[in-house]
């Protein structure tokens, strides 16, 4: 039969386990009523199942009660079998002891003397099943003082001093029976290697043989002469359980409740630490072998006797094993609530937030856990730290990670760069420069072929505008690898940069061949060209990345400014209409389609354009004047237009000086528009007027001769006016008149069409 105390508690120390068995089977003796030990498995039964009764009461792993009933169910297993073995052995130990005795009667004396220990054993038997423990215990002694060695006779003897109430010492004969247990299965393994290598088969004498049986008898003899009452040894827990079970079973069949209770307090104190070890044992055991339903099953039941962080923590990594990351989280954070200084599980909770993207709880459990534990870290693993520590802008602790890194490792590289981005960020650029150069010269010493460190380095010095400093580290990784794209990437912005044109052009050709789909790089080939007036190739590059990136607003405006100094004018506009189109905040764009309209003479567009810009960017460079210069040049348009519409009044009414004076304003240096208001100023008889006007005519042309001769005409008519006026003269006068406004055929011609 299996033994239901091994599988109840599976982790036993397997010398308690030996001494149970060799206590349950000596050799050499004639009967065993296997009851003290059955009786004590019901004892230990009674108190496991009154221990997970008490510990459901106040703790409940993930709401199933069914681990509850699983406990009872095995502990009612162990109290079944050992009652059951109890109940059936009874009469067949009295009719085997009936038996003992007859043959007892028939041997001789001295076959009766060497059997006289077992004859008392077996009395002693009778009489503890008859109820008499007073007879029992007068022949169990008698038993051990012609047998000191015989396990069972402690025993019996201990379970009826217990049943007579003398508890000390039956707690004295339990603990010489453990003991002779042990020593019994030392001696047993002894015997049998001896008789392994001294078989009956062996070619040597027979003394050889005997030797080892008798030096273990030897032994034997020596350890019978010491008592057991004088032996000190310190009681094991599973011998003060044992003692408290039966002091419990006495006081109980008694009646004294409350004692009762103490002492199976006392037992399973005694017990829950082993047992919950020994779930944890086999937990790990479990866990080991894949079987994660079984073992999270046995970290349960260990949490329930004994809810330590050990065990939290070994759930949560069973946990993790299974990709449960957000229960191994839990566990560990219940590991951590009973062990604030628990290293290992920050450790492992670390890596669990990781792997559930929780960067800013895994940063602080990785702090925690390097606190506690400051050597379980390298230099690289403090370096990482610092890392992510600068990403997450905690600029302090990550300083502290890199001088750590550097602490452990003097050469490495990344923790002298690390520190330089810390000191970037607190506004130290000049410290920063000098670390970055630092890492450097440490890279060229220690480990020149370390290209990752260029590319880093490299980025820096870039973002810090130290384009020479960059350049040297770029131009290092691209000889280490030539065709390595950040390396490339990286000489392209250092040359741009330091205007270096014609060797920039070089490795932007590299970058389209090695990214022929990058309407980026198509854009940058364009700039480079451009940089250097080879405006026809850089159309080509702005061309294609418009293809590969319509909506790539940069390209087309830089297609138009090409256009423009191509003066392809209205090509120029169509991008920049699209670039408007697609980013109208760039004040540039808007500007750059101004000067295209302006080169084809769209004077409102144009200055709606360059308005436009100056809305987006009221200081932008040129635009005020450009937009004053297109409206002058709208307002030219306008004014010729103006005087063309003033001739065609002229043309219609010759006579109306108001028309003569706006025309003249537009156009100061027309003489024949001087000549015409002369005309219909002497009609009107303003000779004054007319004079002056022909004065400003001959300040134009001095030489003219028709302005000369109507001078002279003034110039008689005011003699004339100033004369005392005659018939004759009004009469003149008057035929004057009548010359001058009688209208012409054409006119009368014109005045019908126009009614």
């Known amino acids: 039969m299996t033994n239901p105390f091994r599988n109840l508690l599976p982790g036993i120390h397997p010398s308690v386990s030996a001494s149970i068995y060799s206590a349950s ?183 050889a043989v005997a030797e080892p049986i008798r030096q273990a008898s030897l032994k034997k003899k020596r350890r019978k002469a010491a008592e057991p009452e004088t032996k000190t040894k310190k009681t094991s827990w599973f011998e003060q359980a044992t003692f408290h079970l039966q002091q419990a079973s006495v006081i109980c069949n008694a009646g004294d409740w409350q004692e009762a209770q103490a002492a199976c307090q006392n037992a399973i104190h005694l017990l829950e630490p082993e047992a919950a070890n020994a779930y944890l044992i086999l937990g790990r055991s479990l866990q080991g072998q894949k079987q994660f339903a079984a073992a999270e099953q046995a970290y349960h039941k260990s949490l329930v006797l004994i809810p330590s ?16 990351f957000t229960d191994a989280a839990s566990c560990y954070q219940a590991a951590i609530q009973r062990d604030a200084n628990f290293a290992g599980a920050y450790w492992k909770l670390a890596e669990v937030w990781q792997q559930l993207d929780q960067e800013v709880q895994s940063v602080d ?35 502290h990670c890199y001088e750590n890194a550097l602490q452990r490792n003097p050469n490495l590289c990344e923790a ?114 451009s940089r250097l007036s080879h405006w026809t190739e850089a159309v080509t590059a702005y061309e294609q990345a418009v293809r590969l990136d319509p909506a790539f607003s940069w390209a087309h405006n830089n ?55 100056l809305k987006v960017q009221p200081d932008l460079p040129y635009a005020l004047g450009d937009l004053a210069d297109a409206l002058q040049q709208r307002s030219a348009l306008d004014q010729a ?30 003489v024949d528009l001087y000549l015409g208001l002369v005309d219909a100023l002497l009609v009107h008889q303003q000779l004054d007027d007319a004079f002056v006007c022909c004065q400003l005519a001959r300040q134009l042309q001095p030489e003219n001769e028709e302005i000369i001769a109507r001078l002279r005409e003034i110039l008689q008519q005011q003699e004339l006016a100033k004369r005392p006026q005659t018939a004759a003269d009004a009469s003149v006068d008057y035929q004057r008149w009548i010359e001058q406004n009688t209208p012409t055929s054409a006119q009368l011609q014109q005045c019908e069409r126009r009614h």
């Open 25 to 207: 089977t000596p050799t050499g003796r004639a009967s065993k009523p296997n009851k003290g030990f059955f009786h004590r498995l019901i004892h230990l039964g009674r108190v496991l199942q009154f221990s997970t009764e008490a510990s459901y009461q106040t703790i409940e792993i993930d709401g199933e009660p069914a681990q509850h009933q699983e406990n009872l169910s095995i502990n009612s297993t162990v109290l079944h079998h050992a009652t059951e073995h109890v109940t059936d052995n009874t009469a067949s130990d009295i009719r085997h002891l009936d038996a003992s005795y007859r043959a007892d009667s028939t041997q001789d004396s001295a076959q009766n003397t060497a059997n006289c220990d077992l004859v008392c054993l077996q009395t002693a038997h009778f009489h503890l099943q008859q109820g008499d423990l007073d007879a029992a215990i007068i022949h169990y002694r008698q038993a051990i003082e012609l047998a000191p060695s015989r396990v069972e006779a402690y025993e019996c003897l201990a379970e009826a001093l217990t049943q007579q109430g003398d508890l000390e010492a039956a707690a004295a004969c339990y603990r010489q029976a453990i003991a002779l247990s042990q020593v019994a299965s030392l001696e047993q393994v002894s015997l049998d290697q001896a008789s392994a290598h001294f078989s009956p088969d062996s070619s040597k004498n027979s003394s």
């Open 309 to 324: 962080a050990e065990v939290y923590a070994r759930l949560g990594s069973l946990y993790a094993d299974q990709q449960r």
């Open 365 to 399: 459990c990785w702090q925690r856990a390097f606190q506690l534990q400051p050597n379980w870290a390298n230099a690289s693993a403090y370096r990482l730290l610092g890392d992510r520590l600068l990403r997450l802008e905690q600029l302090e602790a990550a300083h």
């Open 416 to 529: 002298q760069v690390g520190i330089g981005a810390v000191l970037t960020q607190q506004g130290q650029p000049s410290a920063a420069i000098e670390q970055y150069r630092l890492a450097i010269k440490l890279a060229i010493e220690q480990n020149p072929q370390n290209s990752q460190i260029y590319a880093t380095v490299g980025a820096a010095f870039a973002d810090l505008e130290q384009w020479e400093d960059a350049y040297l580290c770029y131009q290092r990784l691209a000889d280490l690898a030539p065709e390595r794209l950040d390396a490339i990437q990286g000489l392209y912005d250092c040359l741009t940069h330091l205007s270096r044109w014609q060797e920039a052009l070089v490795y932007s050709r590299k970058l389209v061949e090695q990214q022929p789909d990058s309407a980026q790089d198509w854009q940058n080939l364009g700039d480079v060209l």
């Open 559 to 613: 297609l138009g400014d090409a256009f423009l100094h191509l003066e392809q004018w209205q090509r120029a506009a169509s991008a920049f209409q699209t670039a408007i189109s697609l980013n109208p905040d760039f004040a540039w764009t808007h500007y750059n389609l101004g000067r295209a309209w302006v080169r084809l003479q769209e004077w409102d567009q144009a200055i709606a354009a360059f308005q436009s810009a």
């Open 641 to 670: 237009n103006a005087l063309a519409y003033y001739r065609q009044a002229i043309q219609q009414n010759p006579l109306d000086p108001e028309h003569y004076h706006k025309a003249i304003e537009l156009q100061p240096d027309a």
